[in-house]
């Protein structure tokens, strides 16, 4: 095995085809196509399938090419440090719950690096994904939250596939609504003020269960219940029709505005936030700076914690 031989079906996956692939390094297709063939047998592996409509990366593939990715970054740094030579893309990919303090760190990752040419992915997907995401190497770190409903299941899940959870906060449930909303003058707001406005919660797809919930409480029974996919949506639909979402409280006023506030939720529950990463690997730099930004912008919200 070798790093070219890695350049090449990192470059392949990214390209979606051999031909693509082999404009990109220069080569012709049938040495790529046997260096991947090479490598496949070496490794004992199918990195990637090849079917009528092109390739697919296989589910070991996936697996491959997130090491591949690793070994490539760090050949990079050595040549960045030893060579003088610029590192040409960095790459770093994160996958969260919507959680605004996830966003600003992010920001701060690519600010401190300020590469001429980066490839980094931040993920606000569903609760199922984050895990599968951070398991199959898609994603460095995974952010999600932990209760006493989901806690057991959720944790399982991440010993399952390998995984570590490691703590932020922990942080009473709030409730987010419009700064114009009839509740927005309560210090702090009951289940039984809510009974009359819609519910907003971000579905879950296919994993629709409550232990997937991003919102906490997502058992009880409401009379107003609207589902979405993006924090856009669900923000303009609290401020449209008097609605509200459960959440931990840290609200961002850079990303969200002055018109969404928080308040707390008068009900006796947590909200354990935390990381989530493979168990026997170290960092990457990326990892480390998103890692530190994360802490910083906790601290720096406006939030009532634990």
Same mark, same amino acid.
């Given at each position: 095995?070798?790093?070219?031989?890695?350049?090449?079906? *990192?470059?392949?996956?990214?390209?979606?085809?051999?031909?693509?692939?082999?404009?990109?390094?220069? &080569?012709?297709?049938?040495?790529?196509?046997?260096?991947?063939? $090479?490598?496949?047998?070496?490794? #004992? =592996?199918?990195?990637?399938?090849?079917?009528?409509?092109? +390739?697919? !990366?296989?589910?070991?593939?996936? !697996?491959?090419?997130?090491?591949?990715?690793? *070994?490539?970054?760090?050949?990079?740094?050595?040549?960045?440090?030893?060579?003088? !030579?610029?590192?040409?893309?960095?790459?770093?990919?994160?996958?969260? #719950?919507?959680?605004?303090?996830?966003?600003?760190?992010?920001?701060?990752? %690519? $600010?401190?690096?300020?590469?001429?040419?980066?490839?980094?992915?931040?993920?606000?997907?569903?609760?199922?994904? +984050? +895990?599968?995401?951070?398991?199959?190497?898609?994603?460095? =770190?995974? +952010?999600?939250?932990?209760?006493?409903?989901?806690?057991?299941?959720?944790?399982?899940? &991440?010993?399952?596939?390998?995984?570590?959870?490691?703590?932020?906060? *922990?942080?009473?449930?709030?409730?987010? %609504?419009?700064?114009?909303?009839?509740?927005?003058?309560?210090?702090?707001?009951?289940?039984?003020?809510?009974?009359?406005?819609?519910?907003?919660?971000?579905?879950?797809?296919?994993?629709?269960?409550?232990?997937?919930?991003?919102? &906490?409480?997502?058992?009880?029974?409401?009379?107003?219940?609207?589902?979405?996919?993006?924090?856009?949506?669900?923000?303009?639909?609290?401020?449209?029709?008097? /609605?509200?979402?459960?959440?931990?409280?840290?609200?961002?006023?850079?990303?969200? /505005?002055?018109?969404? =506030?928080?308040?707390?939720?008068?009900?006796? $529950?947590?909200?354990?936030? /935390?990381? &989530?990463?493979?168990?026997?690997?170290?960092?990457?730099?990326? /990892?480390? !700076?998103?890692?530190?930004?994360?802490?910083?912008? %906790?601290?720096?919200?406006?939030?009532?914690?634990?």
């Amino acid at each position: 095995m070798t790093l070219q031989q890695l350049k090449y079906v *990192v470059t392949v996956a990214e390209q979606g085809s051999i031909s693509g692939a082999a404009k990109e390094l220069f &080569i012709s297709q049938p040495s790529l196509t046997n260096a991947i063939k $090479e490598l496949e047998k070496e490794m #004992q =592996i199918t990195i990637f399938h090849r079917t009528n409509k092109g +390739i697919i !990366v296989s589910g070991e593939g996936d !697996v491959f090419l997130a090491y591949a990715r690793q *070994v490539l970054e760090q050949a990079d740094l050595l040549k960045e440090k030893f060579l003088n !030579v610029k590192k040409q893309s960095p790459r770093f990919s994160v996958s969260c #719950q919507h959680y605004s303090f996830a966003v600003n760190a992010f920001v701060d990752v %690519i $600010e401190a690096f300020d590469a001429d040419q980066y490839d980094f992915t931040l993920r606000e997907t569903q609760t199922y994904e +984050i +895990i599968e995401d951070v398991s199959r190497m898609k994603s460095e =770190i995974g +952010i999600l939250y932990v209760s006493s409903q989901n806690e057991e299941i959720i944790r399982k899940l &991440i010993a399952k596939n390998d995984l570590k959870f490691e703590e932020l906060f *922990v942080a009473k449930p709030h409730v987010f %609504i419009s700064a114009r909303h009839p509740l927005a003058e309560k210090e702090a707001i009951s289940l039984d003020d809510l009974e009359e406005y819609p519910y907003l919660s971000f579905e879950q797809g296919e994993y629709n269960s409550f232990y997937f919930s991003e919102e &906490i409480l997502s058992t009880l029974d409401r009379k107003k219940n609207i589902k979405v996919r993006d924090r856009a949506t669900l923000f303009n639909l609290v401020i449209g029709l008097n /609605g509200y979402t459960v959440s931990s409280g840290v609200i961002s006023k850079e990303l969200n /505005g002055e018109n969404i =506030i928080a308040k707390p939720l008068l009900v006796d $529950e947590y909200m354990k936030i /935390g990381t &989530i990463t493979q168990k026997n690997m170290a960092p990457s730099r990326y /990892g480390a !700076v998103y890692m530190e930004a994360l802490r910083h912008h %906790i601290d720096q919200a406006d939030s009532s914690l634990v």
